[in-house]
């Protein structure tokens, strides 16, 4: 039998062997709203690729035809549970807020998608729409949020549905908790006196989702270290990270990218990203040379003739305007002189640009993911050789993922 919403009248007639009934008579009383406590499952994973729970605040999407496989790469089946828990105690910070339910998934231990899904969930629908870029899923193995074990997924978010839908992938465990946070704090980088001021609309949602974190050094002055240079490992980082690509799981690819956690080695990012620090991390579980292998497996970058990678080298922007249309696949024109030809009519400093980076640059410009800096007459010039500050890194790489609807 079907439950209707409300109260369900529920009658159940046993028949004995002489032929003798009994009935016995209760109610049920079926519920789609998300209150603490209320649970919906489903059997295996069905093969139509959705499943919705709790009037549809909950969503779970995945290729059609996917199945579950375990530790050993077998496949196997099992239940999936969605269970609405009761709200946390404690919050991540005084800058994280708890907008929408926590909501428990479960399944067997070591259960994992063949293909990655997507999560959506619904926030509260008092948010503003003016900072829904500033949303992201978090993800808890505990449903205790002000740890240091917590993975924020980030997500796309509607402001018009009220909803949010990130990556989705069963973390192993049997059972996680996500639940959808809203990022907002002042930055002294980004007030109106300040030069990066211009940032502010990009570099906030790209924190608020996990994708880029202040320095540690400036957190006491509550900047966010716009106008610091960036390397070329932060950048790889935050780039890698934002497309949401599979990471590889290797040791190193470069003999300067260790295969330690990034806060152990304080060098990488030109700070103490130490837990004594108190520095927040990129990704407590993942390495450097993950970050970095998986950037060359999808020839975003490449390294040096000697067989490194310098991942301290500051990234000039020419170098980041490279790796930028990699990152976006744009097409580009095989002949670095006509494409300087073509940049000439735009940046004053045209001619300071390297032929082997010009197609390249052209193509970033032509796609609206890097722009000029302004000059007092109201021209452009590109500065090529200059390095690249982590407001202008994390601009273009917001940008990029913008228009790849990942954010």
């Not at 992201?136 to 924020?152: G, H, L, T």
């Not at 305007?321 to 000439?344: E, H, M």
Request: with cysteine; net charge negative.
């Amino acid at each position: 039998m079907s439950l209707a919403t409300g109260l369900n009248n529920v009658g159940v007639i046993a028949q004995a062997a002489d032929k003798s009934t009994d009935t016995v008579a209760f109610q049920i009383m079926y519920t789609t709203t998300p209150v603490p406590g209320l649970t919906y499952e489903v059997p295996s994973l069905p093969a139509t690729g959705k499943i919705e729970a709790f009037n549809k605040t909950v969503s779970l999407t995945y290729p059609k035809g996917n199945v579950f496989i375990d530790a050993s790469g077998r496949i196997t089946d099992c239940p999936i549970a969605f269970t609405v828990c009761d709200p946390p105690g404690d919050l991540p910070d005084s800058y994280h807020y708890l907008v929408s339910q926590v909501i428990k998934i479960s399944v067997s231990q070591g259960v994992y998608l063949l293909q990655p899904g997507q999560l959506t969930l619904s926030f509260n629908e008092n948010v503003s729409s003016s900072v829904s870029n500033q949303l992201a899923i978090w993800y808890s193995p505990d449903n205790v949020w002000n740890d240091n074990d917590n993975y924020i997924l980030g997500g796309r978010t509607d402001a018009s549905k009220k909803t949010i839908t990130a990556p989705f992938q069963f973390s192993g465990n049997s059972e996680g908790y996500y639940a959808v946070f809203l990022a907002d704090r002042v930055f002294a980088d980004f007030t109106d006196q300040s030069e990066a001021a211009w940032a502010y609309s990009s570099v906030m949602p790209m924190w608020a989702k996990g994708l880029a974190e202040p320095l540690p050094l400036n957190r006491g002055d509550y900047k966010f270290g716009a106008g610091d240079d960036i390397n070329r490992l932060e950048f790889t980082t935050i780039l890698v990270k934002g497309l949401g690509l599979p990471l590889e799981n290797v040791p190193s690819v470069f003999r300067d990218v260790y295969g330690a956690p990034k806060f152990i080695d304080n060098a990488y990012f030109g700070t103490d990203y130490s837990l004594q620090a108190g520095g927040l991390l990129y990704d407590q579980e993942h390495t450097p040379a993950q970050y970095v292998a998986t950037a060359l497996r999808y020839g975003i970058i490449a390294g040096y003739p000697d067989g490194t990678f310098q991942p301290q080298k500051n990234l000039t922007r020419q170098e980041a305007a490279v790796i930028l249309a990699r990152a976006a696949n744009l097409k580009l024109i095989n002949d670095g002189d006509k494409a300087k030809s073509s940049l000439q009519k735009i940046f004053t400093d045209a001619e300071d640009i390297q032929p082997w980076a010009a197609p390249s640059i052209l193509a970033a410009y032509r796609a609206k993911l890097i722009a000029g800096l302004p000059v007092e007459d109201k021209t452009i010039r590109f500065a090529p050789n200059e390095t690249l500050t982590r407001a202008q890194a994390i601009t273009m790489i917001y940008r990029l993922l913008e228009k790849q609807k990942k954010i």
